[in-house]
């Protein structure tokens, strides 16, 4: 993982910005309401830290020494309340969501959904008041209606017409308004019926044919963390509430339609219909649209590609999926969502993966051909149990969901690949966060676990290292504190079946974790000084404990080594080539170029000589080596290689390698500026819209209004 320099919602412009998708035109040229002006670019300096302006809003406040909250939105948290969302859902209970939706695709990478948004609910709070969504601007509302009590005699009127109206709430979101005729007393039910159309917000991305990998049809899916379903569909966009869905999507002839979902049948008319049984949050309802096919690779597992891709899927994963899941299941409990499948996403999907339920989401990058990048698989998978089952209430959070699904992944992978390789997967992750922490300073207020995220703040503006790394020290320490593994997976497995289904604070955690071990909660264990709990929650900075990675040293000590050898002024190569690297994995040499990174500029000629010696690692089609490659190349400024960059950067649309080769080129040469400059006009239209919009803050740029 990279870490991330987002700007805050304040410099994200206010109004919708372009679709992730369209033509092949330069977003320079494209539109008429809109251009993209470069501002004066600054002086060469170190990029800004990572959220810096998002984390100026996150100002100390003092706060409630028993909770270590503070403020407002500490409060809102505190009230249940998710300062992200615009919605009244603490007066509501949502028992059922069903999208009855039409998928057209438009010409050059647009396309519309139209279609109705139902959603059951009970009223909690008598007098409730207005009902209030979560929504988008690029929402259209057509209507709003009561739809008839059910037991109603087939022939009664249709459903009663509610006065509607969408409010601003922030720049990631609207509020929608309906008034309901009367007022409600606890506990009655309600059906609502929104008629809507969607399709320019930041969750529904279009592609047009040539952004896929098939180049023949076009492409949609969407994508809801953490605050983009408002622009999907109507409704309670927080994590604190989860409902179960059902869908019925109809795609135009030639198209196949995957959901998060337990079951997906096709029907006629090219319609697909989905439910999911168990109750989930709003952002892990996703769909996606396309020219894809499926194949089996194991017992309650397929993948899910393009027809050009799905035999490379196929070889990617076939026959290593169950066990994951199995060893998940021994550690943690039972895999509750049935079947657990993959979709390999077009290029330009912003994630390594995306814990859809049932179906995670996946960028094509993982297919090496070597499976070297499972790891991604295993994080994913781990989220089944934290994340998915075990919810963060609020995304201030979030480290709830990253930072024990960290855990997990390693605990598994250390059951089914040792601790040697763990701790060095690991160590590569303890490295990007110490990146991560250099580049922002080490008391940078995103860098606590729980974050206070002001009203206005976009949640997904406040995503770096810390909660997936400092995360995972701090499960880990409590696994330290616990001082036996089986006892600790133990607490893992009664955690998750103790809040299966919910939504959670630190505090339940925490308090949990001190009430499952009564010895450690009278030894005082959560005010230890320099490790009280308070300060790992609130406190930003370096983890006070780390997890000891030594048994992944056999496998880190000779990348070290040559890492050493290769930054000395003057080159041993008769030790260098006495290190025979053919030999080792993908991470050994992930963890040797992150080293050479470090050490970097390297004196003059050393890099060009590595790129020569090995073209395992310079050539590499590895998108983990590819990206540290280009990162070395620009660190050293090695302009013969620029076209690597160049071709990276075309190939994929990855924020996690993306913004960190664009941050490389902006604080390079004016060559490397130009460089950024040429591909990002070049790929801007393939990019998600939000690292579209992150990469824009980089290189100095902005949309301006005409
Ligand atoms: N849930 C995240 C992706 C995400 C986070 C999407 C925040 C939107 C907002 C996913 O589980 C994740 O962490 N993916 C990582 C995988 C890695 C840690 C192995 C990724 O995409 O790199
Ligand atoms: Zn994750």
Redesign the pocket.
């Known amino acids: 993982?990279c870490p991330h320099h987002p700007p805050s919602h304040r410099d994200v412009p206010h109004r919708p910005a372009p679709r992730c998708a369209r033509g092949a035109e330069p977003a320079a040229r494209r539109g008429t309401h809109r251009s993209l002006r470069p501002v004066p670019p600054p002086p060469p300096r170190r990029q800004r830290p990572t959220g810096a302006a998002a984390g100026a809003r996150l100002a100390e406040r003092p706060r409630d020494p028993a909770t270590g909250r503070a403020g407002p939105a500490a409060m809102a948290a505190a009230a249940g309340r998710d300062a992200a969302s615009a919605s009244s859902a603490g007066a509501w209970e949502l028992r059922h969501l069903h999208l009855s939706l039409r998928v057209a695709f438009a010409a050059a990478g647009a396309g519309r959904l139209r279609g109705t948004a139902r959603l059951e609910l009970r009223c909690a709070r008598a007098g409730a008041g207005p009902l209030l969504l979560d929504a988008h601007p690029s929402l259209a509302v057509h209507r709003a209606a009561l739809l008839p009590p059910p037991g109603t005699p087939p022939g009664s009127p249709p459903g009663e017409p509610l006065p509607v109206e969408s409010r601003p709430f922030a720049s990631y979101g609207s509020a929608l308004h309906v008034a309901l005729p009367r007022p409600l007393s606890a506990g009655q039910l309600l059906t609502l019926e929104i008629d809507y159309e969607a399709g320019e917000g930041p969750g529904v991305c279009w592609l047009a044919p040539e952004q896929t990998a098939g180049k023949q049809k076009p492409y949609m899916y969407t994508?809801g963390?953490?605050v983009l379903n408002r622009s999907f569909f109507p409704g309670f966009d927080t994590p604190s509430v989860k409902c179960t869905y059902s869908a019925t999507v109809q795609v135009p002839e030639g198209f196949t339609a995957v959901m998060s979902a337990t079951s997906w049948e096709k029907q006629d008319n090219n319609t697909f219909v989905f439910k999911m049984s168990q109750p989930i949050p709003s952002y892990l309802i996703a769909l996606a649209v396309g020219d894809i096919v499926s194949a089996e690779v194991g017992p309650r597992s397929r993948v899910w590609a393009e027809p050009c891709l799905i035999e490379a899927a196929k070889k990617e994963y076939d026959g290593v999926i169950e066990e994951f899941l199995a060893v998940g299941e021994k550690l943690f409990g039972p895999y509750v969502w049935g079947r657990y499948d993959i979709l390999f996403m077009p290029p330009s999907f912003p994630?390594?993966?995306?814990?859809n339920p049932c179906l995670t989401f996946v960028t094509p990058c993982l297919l090496a051909g070597d499976r070297s990048l499972v790891?991604?698989i295993i994080?994913?998978i781990s989220?089944s149990w934290f994340?998915n089952l075990v919810t963060n209430a609020t995304w201030g959070e979030f480290w709830l969901?990253?930072g024990f699904?960290?855990y997990a992944?390693r605990r598994i992978s250390t059951e089914v690949y040792g601790s040697a390789y763990t701790c060095l997967e690991a160590a590569t992750g303890r490295a990007l966060l110490r990146q991560h922490m250099d580049n922002t300073g080490e008391d940078h207020p995103l860098n606590k676990l729980r974050v206070i995220i002001e009203p206005g703040v976009n949640p997904?503006d406040t995503?770096n290292e810390t909660p997936?790394e400092k995360g995972y020290c701090f499960v880990s320490y409590l696994a330290h504190l616990v001082g036996d593994q089986s006892k600790f997976d133990a607490f893992l497995q009664a955690y998750v079946n103790r809040f299966k289904f919910q939504s959670i604070t630190a505090d339940d955690a925490l308090g949990f974790f001190l009430e499952y071990f009564p010895e450690l909660k009278e030894k005082g264990v959560d005010s230890i000084p320099g490790f009280e709990f308070d300060r790992w929650l609130n406190t930003p900075g370096w983890p006070p404990f780390l997890p000891d990675l030594s048994p992944g040293e056999q496998l880190m000590k000779p990348a070290d080594e040559l890492a050493e050898l290769w930054a000395a002024d003057s080159l041993n190569m008769e030790a260098i080539e006495a290190m025979d690297i053919t030999v080792w994995r993908t991470y050994q040499l992930v963890y040797f170029l992150d080293q050479v990174l470090q050490k970097s500029p390297l004196p003059e000629g050393n890099v060009e000589r590595l790129s020569k010696m090995y073209p395992k690692i310079s050539k590499a089609q590895n998108a983990e080596l590819r990206l540290r490659w280009c990162q070395i190349v620009l660190k050293n400024n090695l302009e013969a290689e620029y076209s690597k960059v160049k071709d990276f950067l075309h190939s994929q649309g990855?924020q996690?390698y993306t913004l960190p080769l664009y941050r490389a080129m902006w604080a390079g040469s004016e060559s490397a500026r130009a460089l950024a400059m040429e591909t990002f006009s070049a790929t801007a239209p393939q990019l998600h819209v939000n690292v579209q919009n992150y990469v824009k803050k980089i290189l100095g740029l902005e949309v301006v209004e005409d």
């Open positions: 993982m994508q963390q953490a994630f390594g993966g995306m814990e790891d991604v994080h994913e989220h994340g969901n990253e699904t960290m992944q997904d995503y997936y990855k996690k």
